[in-house]
């Protein structure tokens, strides 16, 4: 079943946007209509982990815009992963030479380099318990890479600690 998305009002370069109608459909046919020029914002609840703490499982919702080009290093975007045929939120690392480098805040590690015309939109804001948060692109890169440098070292030596003590006591 595809996930679905609404369409709505929203914020856009700092001017209110409002959607004639709101209606349910696909991802996919929300980024055909963005690529015939439809501008809208939409407003997606992610099912997964990967973003957490800043956008948190099937509690927070998210407004995307359509992006072609318009993202930077420290903005959250939206990914179609055409082998999996799923969508994910992350964040931009690096960007050369039409390819950008993707990383989950909760992630281990990052997703590899993915071409430019896979990202799909860009997180303008997300809604938590009636709040709008604008992400700040350059304090969430810089909380995302301090909690990788900590949070990685930990995971290593839970594994390792996880893999003595299973062989040693079981």
Do not use: Q
């Not at 991802?27 to 439809?38: C, D, F, N, R, S």
């Not at 082998?83 to 964040?91: A, P």
């Amino acid at each position: 079943m595809p996930e679905s998305i609404w369409l709505g009002s929203g914020i856009f370069n700092n001017k209110e946007v409002v959607a004639v109608e709101t209606r349910s459909l696909s991802i996919p046919e929300w980024h055909e209509m963005a690529l015939t020029g439809v501008m809208l914002p939409v407003r997606i609840m992610i099912g997964g982990t990967s973003m957490e703490p800043v956008i948190r499982c099937n509690k927070d919702y998210v407004n995307i815009i359509p992006v072609s080009d318009n993202f930077s290093i420290g903005d959250i975007v939206l990914i179609s992963d055409p082998h999996k045929e799923r969508f994910f939120l992350h964040r931009v690392w690096d960007i050369k030479k039409g390819h950008v480098l993707t990383w989950g805040d909760n992630c281990i590690g990052p997703d590899g380099w993915i071409p430019s015309e896979y990202v799909w939109g860009k997180v303008v804001s997300i809604e938590r318990n009636g709040r709008k948060i604008v992400p700040d692109a350059d304090k969430g890169l810089y909380w995302a890479k301090l909690f990788h440098h900590a949070v990685g070292p930990y995971r290593i030596l839970k594994r390792i600690k996880g893999g003595i003590a299973r062989r040693l006591f079981y």
